[in-house]
């Protein structure tokens, strides 16, 4: 199991570069952040874009792995959204994986759209998702490309010299709804979950472990059609969404993390402390879970 954090887009460089170099010696896996035009309680604060930060974490790290966690169709286009990722993944010699979601209503999901105009519906959500990763996957992967479909369109576009990373770089998926799961079976290197969101504020730590053992099975019958074995695809616990506290403790991480990984998880993603937030943390509690937890389940 590998061991990631989420460090948000809150900080001014001359202070957020010293948190993605800190999260590197620490020896997390990767390091992700999200990708929004602002989110929940953070959205009248500070919030810096994905890709710019991203580029220059590439530049200030050496080896960590960076990416999004997630990207959605709800402000991003598939033909440009591929340029800057073959450019980020160039600037960083590879080390790029884009985690990528159907997005969700609220916060900055209809930032684009006319005051008038209703969000799109989960069907409008999931209708967007179907067309715009496969042809994402199209445009990192071959150098020109010509797409008219029902929400985007691309006329020769042109993506050269392509990415580091070969055919492509990896992407994560988020989904836990069966379009969703079957993206993820014929498109992703990993699935994304942050568990069952029903059960975040009423639900038992015993019910989300059901729950999540559910949508890997479902993931496992997705794959199994796309002609896949499950067993080839990561899988990313992103934590933090789930009943309970496994943070409040090293203990408490590890009895989550053990759990998580006897569920064939093969990576947990813990959020970076930011004080007075919901991720608010005990410094001294995360540098033991980043620097010791995983040890514990071997």
Same mark, same amino acid.
């Given at each position: 199991?590998?061991?990631?954090?989420?460090?948000?887009?809150i900080?001014?460089?001359a202070?957020g570069?010293?948190?993605?170099r800190q999260?590197?010696?620490?020896?997390?896996?990767?390091?992700?952040?999200?990708?929004?035009?602002?989110?929940?309680?953070f959205?009248?604060?500070?919030?810096?874009g994905?890709i710019p930060?991203?580029?220059?974490?590439?530049?200030?790290?050496?080896?960590?792995?960076?990416?999004?966690?997630?990207?959605?169709?709800?402000?991003?286009?598939?033909?440009?959204?591929?340029?800057?990722l073959?450019?980020?993944?160039d600037?960083?010699d @590879?080390?790029?994986?884009?985690?990528? =979601?159907?997005?969700?209503? %609220?916060? !900055?999901?209809?930032? /684009?759209? *006319?005051?008038?105009?209703?969000?799109?519906?989960p069907r409008?959500?999931a209708?967007?998702?179907?067309?715009?990763?496969?042809?994402l996957?199209?445009?990192?992967?071959?150098?020109?490309?010509?797409?008219?479909?029902?929400?985007?369109?691309a006329?020769?576009?042109r993506?050269?010299?392509?990415?580091?990373?070969?055919?492509?770089l990896?992407f994560?998926?988020?989904?836990?709804?069966?379009r969703?799961m079957?993206?993820?079976?014929?498109?992703?290197?990993a699935?994304?979950?942050?568990?069952?969101?029903?059960?975040?504020?009423?639900?038992?730590?015993?019910?989300?472990?059901?729950?999540?053992?559910?949508?890997?099975?479902?993931? @496992?019958?997705?794959?199994?059609e796309a =002609?896949?074995?499950?067993a %080839?695809? !990561?899988?990313?616990? /992103?934590? *933090?969404?789930?009943?309970?506290?496994?943070?409040?403790?090293?203990d408490?991480f590890?009895d989550?993390?053990?759990?998580?990984?006897?569920?064939?998880?093969?990576?947990?993603?813990?959020?970076?402390?930011?004080?007075?937030?919901?991720?608010?943390?005990?410094?001294?509690?995360?540098?033991?879970?980043?620097?010791e937890?995983?040890?514990?389940l071997?």
């Amino acid at each position: 199991m590998r061991l990631s954090t989420v460090i948000l887009p809150i900080h001014r460089w001359a202070e957020g570069q010293k948190i993605w170099r800190q999260a590197e010696d620490l020896g997390f896996h990767a390091s992700y952040t999200y990708d929004h035009l602002a989110w929940r309680t953070f959205r009248d604060g500070p919030w810096f874009g994905a890709i710019p930060t991203l580029t220059a974490a590439a530049a200030a790290t050496r080896s960590m792995r960076l990416g999004t966690l997630v990207t959605s169709p709800n402000f991003r286009h598939p033909v440009t959204l591929a340029k800057d990722l073959i450019t980020l993944d160039d600037v960083s010699d @590879g080390r790029i994986t884009l985690g990528i =979601g159907a997005g969700g209503n %609220g916060f !900055d999901a209809t930032t /684009l759209r *006319g005051s008038d105009e209703e969000p799109w519906t989960p069907r409008e959500r999931a209708d967007h998702f179907d067309e715009f990763v496969p042809l994402l996957d199209r445009l990192l992967s071959e150098p020109s490309v010509t797409h008219e479909g029902r929400f985007y369109n691309a006329n020769e576009a042109r993506n050269i010299p392509g990415c580091v990373q070969r055919p492509r770089l990896p992407f994560a998926v988020a989904a836990t709804g069966p379009r969703g799961m079957r993206l993820a079976a014929r498109h992703g290197q990993a699935w994304v979950t942050t568990g069952d969101p029903k059960l975040f504020e009423d639900g038992t730590a015993e019910q989300s472990v059901a729950a999540i053992g559910g949508q890997i099975s479902r993931l @496992g019958a997705a794959c199994e059609e796309a =002609g896949r074995d499950v067993a %080839g695809l !990561d899988k990313i616990l /992103l934590s *933090g969404f789930t009943p309970g506290s496994p943070l409040r403790s090293f203990d408490a991480f590890v009895d989550f993390a053990g759990t998580h990984f006897e569920l064939g998880f093969t990576e947990i993603v813990v959020h970076w402390p930011e004080p007075d937030s919901v991720f608010a943390l005990d410094a001294e509690v995360f540098e033991r879970i980043a620097t010791e937890a995983l040890s514990q389940l071997s």
